[in-house]
């Protein structure tokens, strides 16, 4: 039986964004290992109820640290050692560098997944440049045995490619992480005023600042418009505090963190997600997956998820302008919303269906026979 390990920095992610993944991995008769932070009680059955045996190691997010990641380089060591894995697939920045690096020491077939540049990878300033050649450096170190490198679009695979990380021939691209279209199902529009919705974590390179301006701007001309916003606070240098956010109150309503972002969606008209940069946004697939029309970003990832003028629309990034505009479209054309929101289901089921994107990943890792 081959026997394969997924690694993750946070155990929700595993069974957030790979539980199908991981389901379809076992249904092959694949054994399957997960390695993560410290998971609860309540995650070892959720993964056990996927398929797979959960450990964990000492992940932490936020900076690079000498000390404490040259521990979970260490700690992975001994669990290849322990588990004796064919296979290993990491993803996010620090899985994936030090899970790499492991993978040096044992004849293991490792694949990287590129869900995103993320911040490392932005800004001009220098320190922003230092740490990109940082963990450009690291990157190639870790995928330089690698078997594969999955992105998850055709932009961060070329940054990648150009920066010298890796071979071009070594990459492949899927469509994102998919979206389980029974569990997001169509939903019917409330009968409600017109209320526009963001699920992020509370970042600001995740436009959110702009999301509260352009909030503010046509709130202030349509008084009954809403506007929310849903997400988790964050370690990242790149974080906006609690008590910014609480700031917006007068225009935008902050719902806080959820585990099930569906009642959400379906109390809404409009997704938004003006981000500066993705892999390929999941908030927005699973929005439009029930029915919601789009406004995003030209940015990379998220252009890939809006068919311009059929399911929605691509602005400027950083331009509150031009989400103020696309905005007042919406409001001012309130006929439009319900058959773009069908144009975005439609794409969904075309294009990001969660088990074909699941095939592709099994069929790249060999693990279909």
Not at 63 to 71: F, G, R
Not at 231 to 244: C, R
């Amino acid at each position: 039986m081959k026997s394969i390990i997924v690694i993750a920095s946070k155990t929700k992610s595993l069974i957030n964004f790979r539980g199908a993944l991981i389901k379809n991995i076992k249904a092959h008769g694949v054994k399957v290992t997960t390695l993560s932070n410290k998971p609860t009680n309540e995650q070892v059955n959720e993964l056990s109820n996927l398929g797979a045996k959960s450990q964990h190691v000492s992940f932490s997010r936020g900076k690079l640290s000498v000390i404490s990641d040259l521990k979970v380089l260490f700690e992975l060591i001994s669990k290849y050692r322990e588990i004796r894995p064919d296979i290993v697939l990491a993803y996010t920045i620090k899985p994936i560098i030090w899970g790499g690096l492991a993978a040096r020491f044992f004849k293991i077939n490792f694949y990287g997944l590129i869900t995103g540049l993320g911040y490392s990878f932005q800004g001009k300033s220098f320190k922003r440049r230092i740490l990109t050649k940082l963990v450009v450096f690291l990157y190639k170190l870790a995928l330089k045995n690698s078997k594969a490198v999955i992105f998850q679009n055709e932009d961060n695979r070329d940054v990648f490619v150009s920066k010298g990380i890796v071979k071009v021939s070594k990459t492949h691209v899927v469509n994102g992480s998919g979206v389980d279209l029974k569990k997001y199902d169509i939903e019917e529009f409330p009968d409600a005023n017109i209320k526009f919705l963001c699920i992020s974590r509370l970042l600001g390179e995740k436009g959110l600042r702009e999301y509260a301006e352009a909030a503010k701007i046509v709130k202030n001309k349509f008084p009954n418009v809403e506007f929310d916003l849903v997400g988790s606070v964050d370690s990242s240098p790149d974080a906006i505090s609690l008590s910014e956010v609480c700031g917006w109150s007068d225009y935008v309503c902050y719902r806080g963190y959820a585990d099930d972002i569906r009642p959400y969606i379906k109390n809404s008209h409009v997704y938004v997600l003006p981000s500066y940069h993705e892999g390929l946004p999941r908030s927005t697939l699973e929005a439009m997956s029930m029915g919601r029309p789009i406004i995003t970003t030209n940015a990379s990832g998220c252009k890939d998820t809006v068919i311009e003028g059929v399911n929605g629309f691509k602005i400027e990034v950083g331009s509150i302008e031009n989400l103020v505009n696309k905005m007042m479209w919406f409001v001012n054309h309130k006929d439009r919303i319900e058959p773009m929101g069908r144009a975005s289901r439609e794409f969904v089921e075309k294009k990001f269906d969660v088990h074909e994107v699941n095939r592709n990943m099994i069929e790249l890792m060999d693990l279909s026979t």
